[in-house]
């Protein structure tokens, strides 16, 4: 899988929009971009996952540039719950594609 | 649509006990993943399940360590005589299929491991 890089923290304004990036210049034609999100103590939340097209759900967007080199996923209104660490993945859609690797992710700290 | 339940959520070995880890995919989810999260780091594959059959444990420490998922019940993840060192998160995920696109893994809330 190729390997992801993301800022190690950052911060947000309650109520503004979030924006976590995520480079994986190293991606193939067939892998996906997955994000989840880990709040203190929780399991990891699915959030958004995407090939190529930019997606959008109840949660959030994901848009991915058109070379796919990177990701940027938007949380259009921040709250306080959503402090988190948010990771982003990339998976390979064969059938090995189960083993999913957590780096270190982005700590997104949401200010009142 | 119940979530991944995971039981217990927290649980308290001393060293040489065996622990017992349950989990219980979403309704419909035939496939169950184990992880282990250490203090401080991130999630790591330990072992991939189906029902009745062990598809990939290359994640699994050698000795110690066990999971099945039997037809019936919950998947199982057994620790046998335990160490401080297996202190650490256990999550589970379940998902519906695998196929030729992916198949997106749902997290349950996790077994804290604590071994005295």
């Known amino acids: 899988d190729a390997k992801t890089t993301q800022p190690t923290s950052m911060d947000c304004a309650e109520g503004r929009a979030a924006n976590l990036p995520c480079n994986h210049s190293?991606?193939?034609?067939?892998?996906?971009v997955y994000w989840y999100r880990q709040i203190h103590s929780q399991g990891p939340q699915y959030i958004i996952h995407?090939?190529?097209n930019n997606e959008t759900n109840e949660m959030a967007s994901l848009i991915i540039t058109e070379d796919r080199k990177s990701s940027t996923l938007i949380l259009p209104h921040a709250t306080l719950r959503d402090t988190a660490v948010y990771y982003c993945?990339?998976?390979?859609?064969?059938?090995?594609?189960?083993?999913?690797?957590f780096g270190k992710g982005t700590l997104l700290t949401v200010n009142p | 649509n119940a979530g991944v339940m995971q039981n217990p959520r927290h649980l308290v070995r001393r060293r040489g006990q065996e622990a017992r880890l349950r989990c219980s995919p979403m309704?419909?989810?035939?496939?169950v993943y184990w992880y282990r999260q250490l203090p401080e780091e991130g999630l790591k594959f330990m072992v991939y399940?189906?029902?009745?059959?062990?598809?990939?444990e290359s994640g699994m420490p050698k000795e110690r360590f066990s999971a099945e998922f039997p037809k019936e019940g919950p998947s199982i993840l057994r620790i046998q005589q335990v160490v401080r060192g297996d202190s650490a998160a256990y999550f589970c995920?379940?998902?519906?299929?695998?196929?030729?696109?992916?198949?997106?893994?749902?997290f349950g809330p996790g077994t804290r491991l604590t071994v005295l």
């Open positions: 995920a379940s998902s519906p299929k695998l196929a030729a696109s992916t198949d997106t893994q749902y």
């Open positions: 190293t991606i193939s034609g067939n892998e996906y």
């Open positions: 995407g090939l190529k």
């Open positions: 993945i990339v998976v390979y859609s064969g059938g090995s594609n189960y083993k999913l690797t």
């Open positions: 309704k419909g989810h035939s496939h």
């Open positions: 399940l189906q029902k009745e059959n062990i598809i990939d």
